[in-house]
Structure formats: structure tokens, C-alpha cells
């Protein structure tokens, strides 16, 4: 039997589901919805009036009166555009301690060095060292962050990323301060090799850190596993030091464990992090200790004059 179909009128229920409405309270202004709701065929608009008051709220409701509206209050003057609010307790905190103020951490990798650029895996040995790219590198990197102001910098003692922070801490009074929990990952007889002689020579174990590198081992040693207790150690050392604003310089595996760490992910996450020779990663801290990242792996330095203000 055939039937007639007809198109969908506006005002037919099933094709106009009810709909949510979310308003944004400003003190002293009135924000009008420009939308109207539609359920089950009638529609109404939404007008949402403001009294004066020196607290943002931020109201939703899915247009249904038997729902109550919630109201979260924000407690800084930040524009209701730009960046995010509060994040006490979203995350998990680094310090287990309540620390003075908030706290923002610039993370910088070391510049190209000789094993980069040799193709070779370099793991905590020092006998790699700063190219003169690298150098380059580090000094676009000093000139990009002129305008921050920070309390204190810590760096790796090895070579590579000793020498990066010293060049971004030219000409700034306080003395740099070396960590060994920012030390590079162990990576044992793999060190120094190219990386196509060790494919070549341990396929196992090589291919096991390439792709599986939480499940890496060597003699009983996880040094991917190892790394994240290793960070932890390393945030809690920089975010209970006295300031407000801190520069970090390290390595890759180590700025990868890192950042995982305060995001609050695995070692089996581990490669999904990466960051070049050069690049800039921000966090931001509450007074909780916990994380908020800003910006990951930032390099318009690395090809123009560009200058950061964060």
C-alpha cells in the first residue's frame, strides 16, 4: 500500500526537540537570548535580567520548569572569553601540600644536539653535546621569552641541557639550579648507539622501547616506570621552591614524563607527548598543587622574531 509522505511543518514535536538554554550573568547587564525554545510545538523566549552585583555567575537550565538553575560563582576578573576560571580539585595534585601561591612552570627542551643530529639514542649519557644549531636554537628561545619575568630556572646538570640554560639565563642575576631529578631516562647499552644499529642489533629491546617503552626492561628495570616517579620528584622540588614563576630546561623523555605526570596520565602514554629541540610547554599551578597545561610544545620562535607574553 503506498502511502503519501509529507515534509516536516515547524511546528511538528518529534522534529523540534526540546532544546538547552545557557545564559551568562555580567554584573550590572542584561543578556537577552537571542534563540527561542520550541517544545512540543509552542514557543516561548528566554530573557535573562542581571542585578547589580560584583560576582560573574554563570547560569544553565534545559529550558524545563521543573529543573532548577545552578549558579557557579568565579572569583577572578579574567574576561569571560579568555582563559579558564578555577580548577580546584579537577585535577591531582603534584605536592600532597597546600604551597604558598599559584605557580606557572615554563617547560624548555635542550637545543639540537650532537646525537640528535647523528641520529643516535642519548638517553642520561653526557658525551652528547650542543650543536651550533643547537646553540641558535637556545638563543631564539632567550630572545623569546625577554619579556617573562621568572623567579629562578632549573636545569638538567648534563651537558646538553646545562648548556641551553645557560644561554637562556644570560644577563638574569639569580643563579641557575641544577636538578637530578631533571636528568635524562637510562637507557643503558642502548646509549650512544644509532638508532638503525640498535634496530639492527637488539631488535627486542628496541623495539620494545619504540613501541612499547612502559614495558621496556633491563635487568629488571623499567626506566620509562622509573621516569614518572622521577618527575614527581622533580615537580615537588620546583613547586615547593620560594617564587611564583619558574623556567625548567630538560630533556625530551624526562619533559614527556613530565607533562604526563601533571596531566595524570600512564607510562603507557608516554609517546603520545612529544616536543621538539627548542620547544615551549606553560603549566599552570593552584595553590592545590594541581595542573593546568596552557601551552604544549609552542616553536613560532624557532622561524621568526616571535616574542612570548603568557
Not at 511546528?11 to 538547552?20: E, S, V
Not at 551568562?24 to 514557543?43: A, E, F, N, Q, R
Not at 643503558?188 to 622501547?209: C, H, I, Q, S
Not at 616553536?299 to 612570548?308: G, L, P, R, S
Amino acid at each position: 500500500m503506498h502511502q503519501n509522505h509529507r515534509r516536516p511543518q515547524r511546528g511538528d514535536a518529534t522534529q523540534y526537540p526540546k532544546k538547552m538554554v545557557c545564559g551568562v550573568l555580567l554584573s550590572s547587564i542584561s543578556v537577552i537570548c537571542p534563540c527561542t525554545t520550541s517544545i512540543y510545538g509552542s514557543k516561548r523566549s528566554t530573557k535573562i535580567q542581571t542585578r547589580s552585583c560584583a560576582t560573574r555567575r554563570i547560569q544553565c537550565s534545559n529550558s524545563g520548569p521543573d529543573l532548577p538553575l545552578t549558579t557557579e560563582n568565579f572569583q577572578n576578573d579574567a574576561s569571560m572569553t579568555g582563559g579558564a576560571y578555577d580548577f580546584e580539585r579537577a585535577t591531582t595534585s603534584l605536592t600532597s601540600l597546600s604551597i604558598s601561591s599559584s605557580k606557572k612552570v615554563t617547560l624548555v627542551r635542550h637545543g639540537l644536539s650532537s646525537w640528535n643530529e647523528e641520529s643516535r639514542v642519548q638517553g642520561s649519557s653526557n658525551l652528547s653535546i650542543l650543536t651550533e644549531t643547537g646553540v641558535r636554537q637556545a638563543e631564539r628561545c632567550r630572545k623569546a621569552l625577554t619579556s617573562m619575568h621568572f623567579d629562578q630556572c632549573f636545569s638538567s646538570p648534563i651537558s646538553r641541557a646545562k648548556s641551553t640554560a645557560e644561554v637562556l639565563w644570560q644577563g638574569r642575576e639569580e643563579p641557575l639550579i641544577f636538578l637530578d631529578s631533571l636528568k635524562e631516562a637510562h637507557l643503558f647499552f642502548l646509549e650512544g648507539m644509532k638508532n638503525v644499529d640498535a634496530k639492527e642489533r637488539y631488535p627486542k629491546e628496541y623495539t620494545t622501547w619504540r613501541e612499547d617503552p612502559a614495558n621496556f626492561c633491563v635487568n629488571g628495570v623499567y626506566p620509562v616506570r622509573k621516569l614518572w616517579g622521577t618527575a614527581r620528584e622533580a615537580w615537588r622540588e620546583i613547586l615547593l621552591s620560594p617564587g611564583e614563576s619558574f623556567l625548567v630546561v630538560t630533556h625530551k623523555s624526562i619533559l614527556r614524563s613530565l607533562i604526563c605526570t601533571a596531566l595524570g596520565l600512564p607510562p603507557e602514554r608516554f609517546r603520545a607527548i612529544d616536543v621538539n629541540n627548542g620547544g615551549i610547554s606553560v603549566f599552570n599551578f593552584n595553590k592545590r598543587g594541581e595542573a593546568m597545561l596552557q601551552s604544549l610544545n609552542m616553536t613560532a620562535h624557532m622561524y621568526n622574531d616571535h616574542v612570548y607574553l603568557y
